[in-house]
């Protein structure tokens, strides 16, 4: 069985230029190789190196989904939301600040983590990356048993303590199992950044199958903070930190584990990695954000709650999401809208939220035409009224917040079903991204849906209902306005919600 998702480099031509990708893990790993044993150095303090000046301001009108133009490191100054994986975003102040994985379509990974920071949200101005290289201690870790790590950093997660921001990041190597998630610190979210320990590490053998990637925190309102990680092997693992360092409160310990995958027929459904997990204040409660299947095919978005931050956390019909079930609701996943080639790859949720207390999910989209394009979105999170993610269907646009009446609603509608077809296996077996296509939905003024007179909604603001075959489905839809992307229309209306059964719906309305 494939072990670890393949990262380091993928290679393919796009037109005439060659991309080389360096993405979140790995599954193909290599025998082991033996050098001397070699000690972290204390690393000198970088020079600051010059900031490129962007030529390009990023607006709705602007963000294609591919780009070409700017693509390779000669243009990273132009970058802004292209070139983004694995995104763990922070608001400070009035901006929010970006760090992804170490990725690039049109020329050769640069190690370090990327930075960015927007005002809007839209316009993401490039400023730099957070390490002049790979991190000297979670480097010597990797050399130090007998292997050398891949030259790209992988997966961030950002936070602030107080008037300290905290860089916490990934590192592996080919051999499975083989990787190290350190912690560096700053006065400030642009840097510069001092790498301080390692966290978590792991490594082949032992009692435990972990593998120390994806990193995230959860801070609870007694002020524990409580780390998560995992990337396929054995699942999703939690452990106790140090408030004050940062570091695990108990040195060396790997945590427990609190998620994991179904098996079909002996053979592991993909893989499970990229944990998120938040306190939800309104709701009372822990969400659990994880990211299943192959990250540039059927990436997608899962999600579980706990009363606890060390769990168990249950999914939409009261399962432990630590069991050998492949858990729901699915809230994001590849999706294809009439006239566009679709998105795919849409997953490893970075959540955040605004001062008003708005949560959005930072993701990585990959468009159908070529998946080696990575490209940040951003959604607006909306809860249900039984306390439940969901995202909205298209990506923030800053649009204005107006009164919808049932009149407005009365229309056509491109409508999505976010379902799943189980596909056991990793990058070999997942080539396909498995879009969820739009269907025709209309909702007449006389209460009624397309043709049917059975089938009926009604509109309690914010919330549409659909009601289908007397009740056999009843779909719960928060609704908003919203840019239409694939059309390039300002704003339209939306909808997402989930039905009696916890499958995500999504629409938009065409006219």
């Known amino acids: 069985m494939k072990n670890e998702k393949l990262n380091i480099l993928f290679r393919a031509f796009a037109v005439f230029v060659m991309l080389t990708l360096a993405a979140c893990s790995s599954d193909s790993p290599t025998e082991e ?25 990023y607006t709705v009108d602007n963000i294609n989904d591919t780009y070409a133009d700017v693509a390779g490191i000669a243009n990273v100054a132009n970058w802004g939301p ?27 990974v640069r190690p370090g983590i990327q930075m960015r920071k927007s005002e809007d949200l839209i316009n993401w101005e490039w400023i730099g990356w957070a390490f002049d290289g790979l991190p000297a201690k979670g480097a010597a870790f990797i050399k130090n048993k007998g292997a050398q790590p891949f030259q790209s950093l992988w997966a961030p997660y950002v936070m602030q303590v107080d008037n300290e921001f905290r860089l916490y990041y990934s590192l592996s190597s080919p051999t499975g199992r083989l990787s190290v998630m350190g912690l560096a610190t700053s006065d400030s979210p642009e840097g510069p950044w001092i790498e301080k320990d390692l966290v978590v590490t792991s490594e082949p053998g032992g009692p435990l199958q972990t593998n120390a990637i994806d990193p995230s925190v959860v801070v609870t309102p007694a002020g524990e903070h409580w780390f998560y990680y995992g990337s396929a092997y054995d699942g999703i693992y939690q452990l106790k930190l140090d408030p004050s360092t940062g570091l695990a409160a108990n040195s060396g310990d790997k945590g427990t584990r609190v998620a994991q995958r179904a098996f079909t027929n002996g053979i592991v459904n993909g893989n499970i990695e990229g944990p998120e997990v938040i306190y939800n204040e309104q709701q009372g409660k822990y969400y659990m954000f994880i990211a299943y299947d192959w990250l540039q095919t059927k990436y997608n978005v899962r999600v579980g709650r706990s009363d606890n931050p060390n769990g168990p956390y249950y999914d939409y019909n009261g399962l432990d999401i630590n069991t050998e079930v492949d858990n729901g609701p699915m809230i994001l996943a590849p999706y294809r809208f009439d006239g566009h080639s679709g998105w795919q790859g849409v997953s490893h949720p970075g959540i955040f939220k605004d001062d008003s207390g ?41 649009v204005d917040k107006t009164e919808i009446t049932s009149a407005d609603l009365v229309g056509n509608y491109e409508q999505i079903i976010l379902g799943y077809s189980v596909t056991p296996g990793y990058a070999d077996e997942q080539r396909f991204p498995d879009f969820q296509n739009s269907i025709d939905l209309e909702l007449k003024t006389d209460g009624s849906i397309n043709d049917n007179a059975n089938d009926v909604w009604f509109y309690d603001s914010p919330w549409l209902t659909l009601n289908f075959g007397d009740g056999a489905f009843i779909d719960k839809l928060h609704v908003e306005r919203g840019r239409d992307w694939e059309n390039k229309i300002e704003s339209t209306i939306l909808f997402s919600g989930l039905n009696n059964e916890g499958t995500a719906i999504w629409g938009k309305k065409i006219n």
């Open 358 to 398: 708005q949560y959005f999910m930072a993701h990585q989209g990959r468009p159908g035409e070529n998946s080696f394009y990575m490209v940040l979105h951003i959604r607006k999170i909306h809860w249900t009224q039984d306390g439940w993610p969901i995202v909205s269907p298209e990506r923030y646009a800053a």
């Open 82 to 108: 292209y070139n983004v994986h694995d995104p763990s975003v922070i608001k400070v102040g009035a901006t929010y600040y970006c760090y992804n994985t170490d990725v690039s379509f049109g020329s050769e």
């Open 33 to 57: 190789t033996r050098e001397e044993t070699e000690t972290p150095e204390t690393p000198e303090t970088p020079e600051e190196p010059e900031i490129p000046v962007a030529s390009k301001f």
